[in-house]
């Protein structure tokens, strides 16, 4: 049974489009996160959200929009997409914030053209 | 200067050798350590934590704090070439509220047979 599951796996879009990426958990978590890694390897946190509440937004821009409609789901709208936002996301979970371990998805591969 | 810094290798080690990998990190707050190992492809997953200066061990595996130093670093005993792949370095400071993970570029290790 998969803990933490993406879709899709693999996005290729043109510029402007909007694309939604979905994220799943079903470990029992109240936590779950949204990652950026770029091509460097650079893991970036994005958001966070604890029990359907956002606790943690980074320096996005506001063209991405994450929705919890509930504990077990976090999902990512990308607007109006642009190349340099071409990467992978992971979405992640874990028992409480902070500290504990965070369990992360199969991360999907967003390629703008 | 970077948040968390790590070499990005590649790191290559003989067979049977001891890794060596090394993170430095700028928030002399930081309360919790880890590391996590990422293969190609794939999504993080995490090998250890660490909390309180010293050394911990988990079989093939050592994690050493010097807080004094902000420096932590991981070996990994008894190399295998399925230990080939990047390790990345995280830091928390539950302090500041943000309760997210920091996580270094990482570094590449690669294990010869």
């Known amino acids: 049974d998969t803990a933490v599951s993406q879709t899709p796996k693999y996005l290729v879009t043109q510029m402007g489009n909007d694309k939604s990426i979905k994220c799943e958990q079903n470990l029992g978590h109240d936590t779950m996160y949204w990652y950026k890694q770029d091509s460097k390897k650079f893991l970036k946190i994005m958001f966070s959200?604890?029990?359907?509440?956002?606790?943690i937004n980074e320096t996005v821009p506001n063209r991405f929009s994450p929705k919890s409609p509930d504990k077990a789901h976090l999902n990512l709208h990308i607007n109006s997409l642009e190349l340099g936002d071409s990467a992978v996301y992971f979405c992640a979970s874990s028992l409480g914030g902070g500290g504990n371990t965070q369990y992360f998805g199969p991360g999907t591969r967003l390629t703008v053209l | 200067q970077k948040e968390v810094e790590q070499n990005s290798g590649p790191l290559s080690v003989p067979e049977g050798a001891i890794a060596s990998l090394n993170c430095t990190y700028s928030?002399?707050?930081?309360?919790?350590f880890f590391w996590y190992r990422q293969y190609s492809g794939k999504s993080p997953e995490l090998i250890m934590f660490i909390y309180s200066n010293g050394d911990k061990e988990d079989g093939r595996f050592t994690a050493q704090l010097n807080k004094a130093s902000q420096y932590v670093s991981l070996l990994i005993r008894d190399s295998q070439p399925s230990d080939s792949a990047t390790y990345l370095c995280a830091v928390l400071n539950m302090d500041t509220g943000r309760r997210a993970l920091t996580f270094g570029s990482g570094t590449r290790l690669q294990v010869q047979p």
């Open positions: 959200y604890n029990n359907k509440e956002l606790i």
């Open positions: 928030d002399r707050g930081s309360q919790s």
